[in-house]
């Protein structure tokens, strides 16, 4: 597992949004407006802006269903963009198990990762203290 | 638009769930449990109408393979109506968009020859 950057790298970074959800699936909506707002920002073309919207929905909804929340009870979601990334992550309060194989083409689980692998350029789990951050970068 | 489902009977074994909005792993259990209840009633020919779902997320697609099987294990068969091209794109890259069939409107989902 490759750590993810805690920090954006270097002065350009901009810290664009922040939001801490309950762990509560009712919330995703929240954290696909999030994704979607900043997406637009970056200057994504529509599908481009579905595709990040959709893979953090898909970071968030494990978070809530696999992780569980951080010390303070909550899912925090974090979106910024350098010059040429769009960079969003996922931190929760759980320990990442190995992801399930990839499901064949008529495969009924473990859609998640493999989905979110496909939808933007790379995707980094590294474990932190006290949980777990899914990174999830789009280039230019 | 607000995410909802609703659900009838339209005579005979055919049934339709009708959704809305965004469908994620909130709205999942509700699907999931109008397509078991109507497959456990005995439907056999059960449609999803997708005109009105602007996403819909891996969970989704979890619960539509799910109910896909079974009605296939008893002779039935699930089908998809009005699937909009962004959602189109969440099958394809799941490697799903020829899994299930999908139709213009709910009146060719049931005439479609059965398999």
């Given at each position: 597992?490759?750590?993810?950057p ?34 637009e ?28 929340p ?65 990174t ?5 | ?7 009838a ?74 699937v ?32």
């Amino acid at each position: 597992v490759r750590r993810a950057p805690l920090r954006p790298a270097g002065p350009a970074a901009r810290a664009d949004a922040t939001l801490a959800i309950d762990p509560d699936p009712a919330q995703l909506a929240l954290v696909r407006a999030l994704a979607a707002r900043s997406a637009e920002r970056f200057g994504l073309d529509p599908s481009g802006c579905f595709r990040v919207k959709l893979a953090a929905s898909e970071a968030a909804a494990n978070a809530i269903e696999h992780g569980g929340p951080a010390e303070d009870g909550k899912i925090h979601v974090r979106a910024h963009h350098t010059a040429c990334a769009l960079i969003l992550s996922v931190r929760d309060g759980g320990r990442f198990a190995t992801p399930a194989p990839t499901p064949g083409p008529l495969g009924e689980r473990g859609r998640g990762i493999p989905l979110m692998r496909s939808l933007l350029d790379r995707l980094e789990i590294s474990t932190v203290a006290g949980g777990t951050i899914v990174t999830l970068t789009k280039y230019r | 638009v607000s995410p909802a489902i609703d659900d009838a009977g339209a005579g005979g074994d055919r049934h339709v769930v009708t959704c809305r909005g965004e469908l994620d792993l909130h709205t999942a259990p509700d699907l999931r449990e109008r397509l078991v209840g109507a497959i456990e009633g005995g439907k056999q020919d059960v449609v999803v109408d997708l005109t009105e779902v602007t996403f819909l997320d891996s969970t989704i697609l979890t619960v539509l393979m799910q109910r896909r099987r079974e009605l296939t294990d008893r002779g039935g068969r699930l089908a998809l109506v009005g699937v909009r091209p962004e959602v189109r794109l969440i099958f394809e890259i799941a490697g799903l968009d020829r899994a299930i069939p999908d139709h213009p409107s709910v009146a060719a989902a049931f005439a479609a020859p059965r398999a």
